[in-house]
C-alpha cells in the first residue's frame, strides 16, 4: 500500500494544476447536480417488518388520512369566558375554517363540535390532517397553515401548531462554526503557522462541499432522513481535518530532515497516508455495517457519512499532495508560535509522558480502568425512544404546542395510541369493536377512548386510546405490550383481531427493534476490528487490546449520556431540551462512528510503536518513540474531533445535540484516557509478546506494509536530492 501512496503523492505533486482543477470541478458539477436534482430530507422515522409499520401500511387504503402528515392546533385564552366565549368562538372558528381552505390541508374538525375544550375552558384543541404523507408536506404549506390562524391571534388568543408536521429535527443551527474556529486554533498550535493550519481546514471543507452536496442529490430521487447529512457533516469534517493533520505533520517532519518538497509529501503520503487510507476504511466498515440493524433510515444515515470518510480520505491522499506542491517550502510561512515549527531535537510533553506511563503501567492501568468504569456505571440505566415534541427546545411553536396539551388535557393526549380492530371474522362487527374498546378502556393504563371510526365494506374500525401518560413513560410503553398480550383473548372474546399502530406505538418498536439490534451490530464490529489490525499489525494480543479499549470508550460514552440526557445532571451547562429516555438509535450510531474514529488513534500510535520496533528498538522505547512522535498529533487531531462534535452540542436539537455529546465524550475518553494511557501501559506490560503472530497465519496473512517499511529500507540509502529528482524511478516490486 505504501508504495502506491508514495506514486500516488508524487504523481500528484507533480500535477497538481490537473488534481486541483479536477477536484474544483467535481465541487461545482455536484453542487450543481444537487440544485438541479436534488430533494429535501424527511423526518419519518420508517422501519419496515415492526407491527406499527407493518399495520399502517395494511389499512391505509381503508383509512388514507392514518398514512397522512398531521398536525394539532392549540388555541389558548386566559380572557375571562375562556376559549368557549361568543368572540373567542367566533375567532377560533374563523382561523380553523381559513385553515382547512389551505391547499394541501384535507381538513380541521371544529374542536366545539368535537368537544375537545379542555376541564378548565381555556383551551381547544384541533386536528390539522393534510392529504398528502409527513415527508411531503412543504414549508411553505406550514407556513401558510401558520397564517392562517392570524384572525384568533388577533382576538388575543395564543395559537401554537404542533404534532408531525412541526416537529422539526435535525437542523443545524450555525454551531459548527465554532467547532471550526476551535479546531483552526488547535491546527495553529499545533503547526505553528497560519498557512500549515489552513490546508486541513481547505481541504477538509472542499471534502465536506463534496459530500454534501452528493448526499442532497440522492435525496432527489431517494428517501433521505434528515439527520443523514447532519451527520455526513459532523463527521466529514471531524475526519476530512484530522486525516490531513497527520498528512502535514509527517511532511513538515520529511521536510525538517532535510528532504526536498516532492519527495517529503510523497513519503508522508506512503506512510501517513497509509495509516489515513487504513483508518478510513475501519470507519467505512463501521458506518457501513449500520445495515446491519435492518432500520432503513439508520442505514441512510451510515451511508451517508461512510461517503462522506471515504471522500475524506480521496481528499487526504490525493487533493493534499497537489496542494503541499502549491505551498513547497513555503509551508511554514507566517509563523505564529515558533516552537510547534520545531519537529525535531527536543523532549517533548508526550516522550516525558510515555516515559512515565511505561515506567508505572499498572498503576496507570488500574486508575484508568477504575475512572472508566466509574463513568460506565449509568449505562446500565439506559432507556431507548425517539423524541417528538416534548423534545423541542422551549419557546418554539412545536414544544408550547405539546406543553399546553400535556397541562391542560393530560400528558396522554400527546401519545395517542391507534387500536386497529378487525372484525371481519365476527358475527356481528360493531358489536365486536364496542366489544374491544370497552376491554381496552378497563386497562389501568388508559385514560380515555375516543369514538371509534368503522369502516363497513372492510369490517374494520379504528379505536384511538389515549394513555395516562405522555411517549416517552415506561408505562406507555407498557401499554403497548399490554393490549398487544390481550389479542388472542379478545379475539377469543369478541372474534375481532386486533393490531395497535400509530407515531406512538412506531417510536416504542423502532427504540425496541434497536435494541435488539445492538449486540449482531457489536459483534460485527468486534469481528472487523480482529481483522483489520490483524492485517495491520499482524499480532494477536494488540487488536485484542484494542478492542478491549474501544468497548471500555463506548460504555463509558453511553454512561456520559444517559446521566446528561436521561439523569439530567449538567443540566445548567447544557440545555438539554427535555430529560428523558436517550434517542433510540443514539447508542448504535455511537458504536459505528467511534469504532471508526478509535481505530484511527489507534493506528496512529502503535503503527508508531511497531516501526521503532522494527528497527530493533526494546519493547518499552518502541512505547516511547512511538508516543512521542504521535502524542502531539494525536492529541491535536481529538482536540479538533471535540471541538468540531461538541460545538453541536450548543444547539436545541434533540437528536443532534446527543449525538454530538456522546461522540465528543467518546473521543475525549477514547483518545486521552484508553489511546494515551491504556494503550502504551498495556504495550508495556505486553513486551515482546505484543508482536507475535502464529506462523501458521503468517504466511496466510497478506501484508500491507502500513508503515511504509518496505519502501523505506529502499529509499532511505538515497541522498535527499537523488531521491527528489524527477527521473527517479521505484522498481516495480518493493
Not at 506462523?695 to 529500507?713: F, I, N, Y
Request: hydrophobic share 55%; with cysteine.
Amino acid at each position: 500500500m505504501a508504495t502506491y501512496l508514495y506514486r500516488l503523492g508524487r504523481l500528484c505533486f507533480r500535477r497538481r494544476r490537473t488534481v486541483l482543477a479536477v477536484w474544483l470541478a467535481l465541487l461545482i458539477a455536484i453542487g450543481g447536480s444537487a440544485a438541479a436534482f436534488g430533494g429535501g430530507t424527511t423526518e419519518e422515522f420508517k422501519v419496515p417488518g415492526t407491527e406499527a409499520q407493518a399495520t399502517l401500511d395494511r389499512i391505509k387504503d381503508t383509512f388514507p388520512a392514518q398514512g397522512h402528515g398531521s398536525a394539532q392546533v392549540v388555541f389558548r385564552t386566559d380572557a375571562a369566558g375562556g376559549i368557549a366565549s361568543p368572540e373567542n368562538a367566533r375567532a377560533v372558528d374563523e382561523a380553523v375554517a381559513r385553515i382547512a381552505a389551505v391547499p394541501g390541508v384535507a381538513g380541521v374538525p371544529d374542536p366545539y363540535a368535537t368537544g375537545a375544550l379542555s376541564p378548565d375552558g381555556k383551551v381547544a384543541l384541533g386536528l390539522v390532517s393534510f392529504d398528502s404523507e409527513l415527508g411531503d408536506i412543504t414549508d411553505g404549506q406550514r407556513d401558510a397553515v401558520r397564517a392562517a390562524a392570524d384572525p384568533a391571534r388577533a382576538a388575543g388568543v395564543t395559537v401554537a401548531f404542533g404534532g408531525d408536521a412541526y416537529n422539526k429535527m435535525a437542523q443545524v443551527d450555525g454551531g459548527e462554526v465554532i467547532g471550526l474556529i476551535v479546531a483552526g486554533l488547535v491546527l495553529v498550535i499545533t503547526l505553528g503557522s497560519l498557512v500549515a493550519a489552513g490546508l486541513p481546514l481547505v481541504t477538509a471543507l472542499v471534502g465536506v462541499g463534496v459530500a454534501m452536496a452528493g448526499v442532497f442529490t440522492v435525496a432527489g430521487s431517494f428517501e433521505v432522513i434528515s439527520t443523514a447529512p447532519v451527520l455526513a457533516l459532523m463527521v466529514g469534517l471531524a475526519v476530512g481535518i484530522d486525516y490531513a493533520l497527520f498528512i502535514v505533520s509527517r511532511h513538515r517532519r520529511h521536510l525538517a530532515e532535510g528532504l526536498e518538497p516532492e519527495e517529503a509529501a510523497a513519503r508522508a503520503n506512503a506512510t501517513a497516508g497509509s495509516a489515513v487510507v487504513f483508518a478510513g476504511l475501519t470507519v467505512v466498515a463501521a458506518l457501513a455495517g449500520l445495515a446491519v440493524a435492518g432500520v432503513p433510515f439508520l442505514t441512510v444515515m451510515g451511508l451517508a457519512a461512510s461517503g462522506a470518510v471515504v471522500i475524506a480520505v480521496l481528499v487526504a491522499t490525493i487533493l493534499l499532495p497537489a496542494v503541499l506542491g502549491f505551498a513547497g517550502r513555503a509551508v511554514d510561512r507566517l509563523p505564529v508560535w515558533k516552537r510547534a515549527l520545531r519537529t525535531t531535537g527536543r523532549t517533548t510533553l508526550g516522550e516525558r509522558w510515555a516515559g512515565f506511563v511505561v515506567r508505572r503501567p499498572l498503576a496507570v492501568l488500574l486508575v484508568g480502568l477504575t475512572a472508566l468504569v466509574a463513568l460506565a456505571v449509568p449505562a446500565a440505566s439506559l432507556t431507548l425512544g425517539l423524541p417528538g415534541g416534548g423534545s423541542q427546545a422551549k419557546g418554539t411553536d412545536a414544544r408550547t404546542a405539546y406543553d399546553l396539551v400535556d397541562h391542560s388535557f393530560g400528558p396522554g393526549f400527546n401519545a395517542p395510541l391507534v387500536v386497529v380492530v378487525d372484525a371481519e371474522a365476527a358475527a356481528q362487527p360493531e358489536q365486536a369493536v364496542q366489544g374491544v374498546a370497552g376491554r381496552l378502556a378497563a386497562l389501568p393504563g388508559v385514560q380515555t377512548l375516543l369514538p371509534p371510526q368503522f369502516d363497513g365494506p372492510s369490517r374494520t374500525a379504528l379505536v384511538p386510546v389515549i394513555p395516562k401518560t405522555g411517549p416517552d413513560h415506561a408505562d406507555t410503553r407498557q401499554l403497548v405490550t399490554d393490549i398487544r398480550d390481550r389479542r388472542d383473548a379478545l379475539e377469543t372474546e369478541t372474534g375481532a383481531r386486533i393490531a395497535v399502530t400509530g407515531t406512538t406505538a412506531a417510536n416504542i418498536d423502532v427504540s425496541a427493534k434497536l435494541s435488539d439490534a445492538l449486540p449482531p451490530f457489536v459483534a460485527v464490529i468486534v469481528g472487523i476490528a480482529l481483522v483489520l489490525l490483524a492485517l495491520a499489525f499482524r499480532s494477536i494480543l494488540v487488536p485484542l487490546k484494542a478492542v478491549a479499549g474501544f468497548l471500555l470508550s463506548i460504555t463509558a460514552s453511553l454512561g456520559a449520556v444517559v446521566a446528561v440526557y436521561q439523569w439530567g445532571w449538567l443540566d445548567g451547562l447544557i440545555d438539554v431540551p427535555k430529560v428523558g429516555p436517550v434517542v433510540s438509535f443514539v447508542p448504535i450510531l455511537l458504536i459505528g462512528v467511534l469504532f471508526g474514529l478509535a481505530m484511527d488513534y489507534e493506528l496512529f500510535l502503535v503503527s508508531g510503536m511497531k516501526e521503532h520496533h522494527v528497527h530493533g528498538a526494546e519493547p518499552r522505547e518502541a512505547v516511547v518513540a512511538g508516543v512521542k512522535n504521535g502524542a502531539r498529533v494525536v492529541t491535536a487531531a481529538a482536540l479538533i474531533m471535540v471541538a468540531v462534535f461538541g460545538s453541536f452540542v450548543f444547539g436545541h436539537d434533540p437528536i443532534v445535540q446527543p449525538i454530538g455529546f456522546a461522540l465528543a465524550v467518546g473521543v475525549l475518553v477514547d483518545a486521552f484516557v484508553v489511546r494515551m494511557a491504556l494503550v502504551p501501559a498495556a504495550m508495556a506490560l505486553f513486551g515482546r509478546a505484543a508482536w507475535w503472530f502464529p506462523k501458521s497465519l503468517d504466511g496466510v496473512v497478506p501484508r500491507v506494509d502500513m508503515e511504509g517499511e518496505q519502501l523505506m529500507a529502499r529509499l532511505e540509502p538515497q541522498a535527499p536530492a537523488a531521491a527528489a529528482d524527477a527521473g527517479a524511478k521505484l522498481p516495480e516490486r518493493v
